[in-house]
């Protein structure tokens, strides 16, 4: 009788642009076989008296990202018909990358269950992998596997909690220096959140029996595959103020936009967003004379990563008819923009945009048309002198009392 080792390897494929993703765990065990000169596979030896040693287990990852409703989630919804400001050099060179960018280190941790699957878990091996490959060892039993995305700053908005339980990990985001507008238990913005990626395969069987198991003669071990998806578990939004009749009113803006109501937390195992509601600062930027649907407008536009709405895990609701599937969101959703005006004064407007957020509950374009015929330019020099609250479906315009 003799134990083989060996590692399966597959090619790591990155793509380019907006991708979804995939991962492919396969678990390879080695067994204890009696090798007969009248036979070319093995015969297995149960001996329940005598556990048998796991020698490894293989996980290959292969991730590829898409933020693409059709492909991703079996929806019809092209954001790019959306999307008027673009993505030049310059928004690079400011904001960075506009679609996800493929992760290529990965944090898995293996909760060994013992011959309950159902119990909580116990006791976690913590690995850290490169690339798309890692081999260890695992004994008979049930299995829970949870791999993430390493975000591999030395500097990130992103907290990874795995003290508080070893049954769940969750990651949140911590607060900025701007003061937040609509929420009273913070005085604080937060920041935006990395990109994060997580999958979680649960009640893995390592029998004895090997069912499920396939024989490799070249290996000459036992082996069982397992599909494993890394889905979003952060969020991306697009938003554009399309500024009509402008006429040189709006020169520019300060950068700093909000949105509130977005989850301040998600757990990485079951992908399911807190309910502690935040108001999330990102950055933005103007542009002039943009052509869309044949007129000329002024575009202020930026990139939001959030962990999506509170409470709900987007990838466990529906969306056949998307955009115009709907979130069960309760949570009213106010995005804000420091602007400037062409008498010196600044002004923050406010618009609800809590109908597009809900539709677009796994990230999407938000578009506020503003016809700035409708929109008065204040007067009193110094700070923000003015603020509105624009609704999002209609030209009504409410003015806040400061």
């Not at 079951?270 to 407008?297: C, F, H, L, W």
Request: glycine letters at 8%.
């Amino acid at each position: 009788m003799g134990m083989v080792h060996h590692i399966v390897q597959q090619a790591f494929h990155a793509g380019n642009g907006l991708r979804q993703a995939f991962c492919a765990l396969c678990v390879a065990v080695p067994t204890v076989l009696t090798l007969l000169s009248c036979e070319r596979e093995p015969v297995l030896n149960l001996h329940h008296d005598n556990e048998l040693n796991f020698d490894f287990a293989v996980i290959e990852l292969s991730l590829d990202v898409y933020w693409d409703y059709n492909i991703g989630f079996n929806a019809t919804y092209d954001w790019r018909n959306e999307w008027f400001y673009g993505w030049d050099d310059e928004d690079n060179r400011i904001f960075g990358h506009l679609g996800y960018i493929t992760p290529t280190t990965f944090n898995l941790r293996r909760y060994y269950m013992g011959e309950n699957g159902q119990d909580h878990h116990t006791q976690v091996d913590a690995h850290y992998i490169e690339g798309n490959s890692y081999t260890g060892e695992f004994r008979y039993g049930f299995w829970d596997l949870l791999a993430w995305n390493e975000i591999g700053q030395e500097v990130q908005s992103v907290v990874i909690d795995e003290a508080s339980s070893l049954d769940s990990v969750i990651a949140s985001t911590n607060q900025t220096m701007n003061v937040a507008r609509y929420n009273p238990r913070y005085t604080h913005s937060f920041n935006q959140p990395e990109e994060l990626f997580a999958g979680y395969e649960q009640s893995i069987d390592v029998n004895r029996n090997l069912d499920g198991f396939t024989y490799d003669p070249e290996r000459n071990v036992y082996v069982r595959q397992l599909n494993l998806q890394l889905e979003p578990r952060s969020y991306i939004y697009l938003t554009q103020i399309v500024i009509h009749n402008n006429r040189g009113r709006v020169t520019g803006t300060t950068g700093i936009a909000n949105l509130s109501g977005m989850a301040r937390s998600t757990n990485l195992n079951t992908g399911v967003a807190g309910n502690d509601p935040i108001t999330v600062s990102y950055n933005v930027r103007m542009k002039n004379a943009v052509t869309v649907n044949g007129e000329q407008v002024d575009i202020i536009g930026g990139r939001l990563v959030t962990f999506g709405l509170c409470g709900l895990n987007p990838g466990a609701i529906s969306t056949r008819s998307a955009p115009s599937t709907r979130a069960n969101d309760r949570k009213r959703h106010l995005l804000d923009v420091d602007m400037q005006f062409n008498n010196g004064t600044d002004s923050t407007l406010v618009f609800d945009v809590t109908e597009q957020v809900a539709h677009r509950f796994r990230g999407g374009v938000i578009t506020i048309d503003l016809d700035m015929d409708t929109v008065p330019i204040p007067h009193r020099s110094g700070g923000s002198a003015f603020d509105a609250v624009v609704d999002d479906y209609d030209e009504e315009i409410h003015v806040i009392d400061m």
